[in-house]
Nanobody, 130 residues
Framework: QVQLVESGGGLVQPGGSLRLSCAASGFTLDYYAIGWFRQAPGKEREGVSCISSSDGSTYYSDSVKGRSTISRDNAKNTVYLQMNSLKPEDTAVYYC???????????????????????WGQGTQVTVSS
């Protein structure tokens, strides 16, 4: 079955950390740019961080820059998002997406509003609360 599966979400206190995983099955991530997106209730979907398929270039939104690191392990067919110093405003459902044509910054900022990506995961809930 061709799919992306996110994991690693949960309830964490402010200031805590989480590592989200995005695992692909049925296809290889090597040739896809990967992005992490989030959507909180009543808010638009936001591109959080994206990584290219080729040179490892990355993009971070201002909201997570300096607190998050995106990485990919092609051998494990998985992409990670390490999130530190979590804040209540990070609370959202986090989704990963794979696309063979998007460029890194555009994937996170613009393209997801213009057309569907090749694959989307089902999402994982992140709740930051004391």
């Amino acid at each position: 079955q061709v799919q992306l599966v996110e994991s690693g979400g949960g309830l964490v206190q402010p200031g805590g950390s989480l590592r989200l995983s995005c695992a692909a099955s049925g296809f290889t991530l090597d040739y896809y740019a990967i992005g992490w997106f989030r959507q909180a209730p009543g808010k638009e979907r936001e591109g959080v961080s994206c990584i290219s398929s080729s040179d490892g270039s990355t993009y971070y939104s201002d909201s997570v820059k300096g607190r998050s690191t995106i990485s990919r392990d092609n051998a494990k067919n998985t992409v990670y998002l390490q999130m530190n110093s979590l804040k209540p405003e990070d609370t959202a459902v986090y989704y990963c997406a794979a696309d063979s044509a998007a460029t890194v910054q555009a994937m996170c900022t613009v393209t997801h509003r213009l057309r569907p990506y090749d694959f989307w995961g089902q999402g994982t809930q992140v709740t930051v609360s004391s």
